[in-house]
């Protein structure tokens, strides 16, 4: 059965694209800090699957060698997710499905440890998974479980502008576009994030492609 790629290209690939780094630990935050500056850079610097997927391949298997540096610890293992995630929408394809599993499996051992790491970055991830993955019998997807997961990360962080523009993308998706517009917005309003201006640039550019359809389908009302 064949995978449409476009339902895999926005998973995770998110998120924690910038969210606090505040453990207890600063060699962990450091390599985690390294994790999130190379994300930003395959997604939203560099052009083209040819040199993507390779350059997402690699920061993937950095990111296994962080989680098994600090065992136990959720922040690395949501940075796993998401880099597996992003390589997954970058391949497209079955072959992705396998990457988008892991990933959740990662994420649901990290919400066991703290739910609440990186800002509850896990329900963010976890949301955007549930949304863009395709449903039974081709793969987990749920409508239901993405709406928990998203409005589990707004309660964690009202104003981010990851869990809000999944949740706008969302709510777009779903054909609810005065709400979707105003989330939408409310992302870009968001407080610029030190040091994380690459992955900010980039959201805002989703965020403004995401509203630009939902006014086309609003003018052919």
Do not use: C
Not at 8 to 36: C, N
Not at 128 to 147: N, T
Not at 188 to 213: F, K, Y
């Amino acid at each position: 059965m064949r995978v449409d790629k476009k339902l895999l290209l926005g998973a995770l690939s998110l998120l924690l694209a910038g969210s606090a780094l505040a453990s207890a630990d600063p060699a962990m935050d450091a390599r985690i800090g390294e994790l999130q500056a190379g994300w930003a850079h395959v997604k939203y610097e560099i052009k083209g699957t040819d040199a993507q997927l390779p350059a997402m391949e690699a920061l993937a298997t950095e990111a296994k060698s962080v989680t098994a540096a600090y065992p136990g610890k959720a922040e690395p293992l949501i940075w796993e997710a998401i880099i597996l995630s992003s390589e997954a929408g970058i391949k497209g394809g079955i072959g992705a499905l396998s990457l988008v599993k892991e990933a959740k499996a990662k994420l649901e051992t990290a919400e066991k440890i703290d739910p609440t790491a990186l800002d509850g970055s896990v329900n963010t991830s976890l949301g955007s998974l549930y949304y863009q993955v395709p449903g039974w019998p081709v793969g987990f997807g749920s409508d239901k479980q993405a709406k928990v997961y998203l409005e589990k990360a707004l309660a964690l962080n009202p104003d981010g502008i990851d869990p809000n523009y999944f949740y706008g993308d969302f709510l777009f998706r779903q054909g609810d576009y005065a709400k979707a517009r105003d989330v939408l917005n409310h992302a870009l309003a968001a407080t610029p994030r030190p040091g994380r201006e690459v992955a900010d640039a980039g959201r805002r550019e989703e965020i403004n492609s995401v509203l630009a359809q939902l006014e086309t389908k609003l003018a052919k009302r």
